[in-house]
């Protein structure tokens, strides 16, 4: 059947009940028949309420992994089948959301599955609590600390192979928002007594053998160690292999885990050089020596193994020797020093070795707490897990287990406490009234232990303290005095008959009856342990060890510090960290587990009756799940229980409007359930009678079948119709498109037929008018034809007539003309004379000539003298006639242009004249000089302030003022200076600053040279001897070449009526003061585009080179 909803619960699917709390009837037998059905099944978890019952599977199951996390994260209590999953989700929820402080308590033997819970427990919450680097190295390390507090702390037992042999309690501690921050670990008394003798098919804690097995030879050889157990006293041998378990892969898994958690590789070390020497001192043997004094003394038998220790931990031997031989006590200032016998040598030995080992294992709990511990000060919330070893009895039963199961005592207390506290808070929570509820409270037996005066603690602490000889015989003496006649106690000699003839009971027993059973005691050793007394000449022996480790442990030996109280003993020690722990659990919220072990023989599928009786009856179990249905069995949120069976109502079903509550009324008024079988809550409905539950749940399975049906109905109905439906719909589809595919195809067939027809036909009709076109066209023809012959023929007749009729008619003009001639010769011959041919002549030639000049009047070109035009002539005849007339008519319209000209234009023409005379087709430059204007004053000398001085010093009228370049006789450079022609000097003035440089007289100027070329060079020859040639001629540059040379030239003529020499040549000679130098002009190669550039070549040649 489908499932209906998507909430499930607890009730779907059970396997027997799933919370005891609805078992029906309620009693020992069903209560033990559920849980093996369940563990049948493999259902290893139980509620009874809120509490898991967790039976040891002892094989792997596979209900751990990660999906499982999923499933039950962030799901409610009850929805899901239970799990210890579901606790540890419910405990970290509350905590988180709720800020509720949490302990998880997980009871149960020894082998019935508490440490695996916790571990459990612990991955659970690491696995859905916040994620981060951060947080994930917090996890990682708390997690870690377990590999490594087992390794030291657990040993196979014959119950368990993993015992723990210490218990343990650890606050993991959360930030606001649920991420872990850090822990805490508290351990309680570790089992020494294990590390120096294991009862009979146990093992020593798993550190030794892993050491041993797992550890490089290398490793081995530097702790000073053999790999063989049996070379160790320590090690018991009988099962020094444990099945399934890997010695040398764990010790790896715990140095690993060392890492991780923190550990520096020189504390690892020192851990194991402890663990070493501890495992050497069991090999450490006495013998008897004789004194003087008839006792005996004990001396060591091989002193190798002593000096071995001694060098692992840097010992003195011979101190070390010293503490093994002798015993100081100190009373009052005085110190006696004693022998001790070999008996004594053997149990210093021991007392040392256990407590070298009990102190390391504290040790490394502090160490590891240093490492996990939180790092912030803000306020934290806390889980605790509390895995405590559990209820133990043996053959044997010693101080150890008395402890173990006072301690047990003291959380079957505080369970039933807080249990019932809580049962109690939820009634008054939801307003329904508490019913009493009788159960066994064992407090009785917890004042029997802890009572301060007549407790057995208190006892025993008293004999250890009192003086004179204290055995434990005088201990159990006094037991049977105090707690004669206690309930729980019993003893064969205590003063109460009851148990005088009791033969199971020896005398050196005492018997307790604990809650979860009766444990007897063999009361030898209690004193001793109780005392833990070490001797002080061995602390301090351990004390002056230079390995830091071993000095940390034994503060006590440090001679400054020595304290002559007796510390306090084990007993009471151990009864004030319960005490504390009690404290700090009740201040939390509990959640419980409650292992149960299935069989003795740690076997899967093996459920011994008896054995879980056992345990369900001292844990109280039954009673737990009286105490949860004494007024009410069952009780459920209105929201999920409304949820859950609505259906059975029709005002409910399928949903209902209003609150849960009201909804719940209607649901069990329709129901007709009877009113005292459930009472309302303020959140909760309470259901008295599992009963009614187990009838609410057949109702709704069967309503849920009919549901099913009638879903199944309607979904079926409905699934056909839909189908016949989109049948239908694809049918008529389907019809329609192939109507419209067939129609469709008709009628291409009937169209491609059509234009067939259609086709033949338009052909037939298109020939046979193209045969009627053709025919017609050629009677056309053939008329035009016949036409054309016809006109052809009558044109040619026509013309025939014309050309007849013509020639006729010229005939007769030509006879007419000829006859018209004859007759006017022959009447004016008498009037013609021989010069009439003469006459007409000159006259037509008169005629000729008067018509040509009055042409010409008209076509007569402009006056200006550059005008070519003039008209062609008419007549070949008149050609020189017509030449002349152009030279006259040009001379003439000169002459009249020149008359316009005034003095200074004249002046103007004669200048660019006289220049045309000295440089047309002699000089390149010339050409481009004709256009330009001769200023002559380029640089306006009166008008600059500049060349006020210059100005000054020349008088006469400056005739040239312009910028010239001054070529440097020694390299070609070009400097620039004013060059000024007057009327009888030449001079040369700086640019700048108008100082006159040079001044030459115009007598003294005797040539001036140049090139052919196009450029401005020139250079100016002075009068050999004048006063201005001492510094040889001046080669000069300027744009205005022509305008200058023109000028001086002129000027030279006016003033000495002398011709200046200008000299035009590509090569001359310039007087540079004693040298002549050759300045030469070549054309071509211009790398500096159009400037020409000079350049000294040698001494005798300056070449320039011209674009
Ligand atoms: N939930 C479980 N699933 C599988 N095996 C388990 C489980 N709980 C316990 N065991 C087995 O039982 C052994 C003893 O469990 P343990 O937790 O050490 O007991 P306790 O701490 O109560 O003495 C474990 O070594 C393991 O083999
Ligand atoms: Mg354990």
Redesign the pocket.
Known sequence: MAKMEVKTSLLDDMIGVGDMVLLEPLNEDSFINNLKKRFDHNE?YTYIGSVVISI??????PIYTPEKVEEYRNRNFYELSPHIFALSDEAYRSLRDQDKDQCILIT?E????????SKLVMSYVAAVCGKGAEVNQVKEQLLQSNPVLEAFGNAKTVR?????RFGKYMDIEFDFKGDPLGGVISNYLLEKSRVVKQPRGERNFHIFYQILSGASEEFLCKLKLERDFSRYNYLGLDSAKVNGVDDAANFRTVRNAMQIVGFMDHETQSVFEVVAAVLKLGNIEFKPESRVNGLDESKIKDKNELKEICELTGIDQSVLERAFSFRTVEAKQEKVSTTLNVAQAYYARDALAKNLYSRLFSWLVTRINESIKAQTKVRKKVMGVL?IY?FEIFEDNSFEQFIINYCNEKLQQIFIELTLKEEQEEYIREGIEWTHIDYFNNAIICDLIENNQTGILAMLDEECLRPGTVTDDTFLEKLNQVCATHQHFESRMSKCSRFLNDTSLPHSCFRIQHYAGKVMYQVEGFVDKNNDLLYRDLSQAMWKASHSLIKALFPEGNPAKINLKRPPTAGSQFKASVATLMKNLQTKNPNYIR?IKPNDKKAAHIFNDALVCHQIRYLGLLENVRVRRAGYAFRQAYEPCLERYKMLCKQTWPHWRGPARAGVEVLFNELEIPEEEFSFGRSKIFIRNPRTLFKLEDLRKQRLEDLATLIEKIYRGWKCRTRFLLMKKSQIVIASWYRRYAQQNKYQKIKSSAIIVQSYIRGWKARKLLRELKHRKRCNEAATIIAAYWHGTQARRELKRLKEEARRKHAVAVIWAYWLGLKVRREYRKFFRANAGRKIYEFTLQRLMQKYFLEMKNKMPSLSPIDRNWPARPYLFLDSTHKELKRIFHLWRCKKYRDQFTDQQKLIYEEKLEASELFKDKKALYPASVGQPFQGAYLEISKNPKYKKLKDAVDEKIIIAEVVNKINRANGKATSRIFLLTKNNVLLADQKSGNIKSEVPLGDVTKVSMSSQNDGFFAVHLKEGSEAAGKGDFLLSSDHLIEMATKLYRTTLSQTKQKLNIEISDEFLVQFRQDKVCVKFIQGSQKNGNIPTCKRKNNRLLEVAVP
Not at 110 to 117: F, H, I, N, V
Not at 160 to 164: A, H
């Open positions: 290893v040891n599977p002892y094989r792997s199951l149960g020894s082998g019935a599955g508490k440490t695996e819970a368990n192979d993993n015992s723990s895995d559990g292992c």
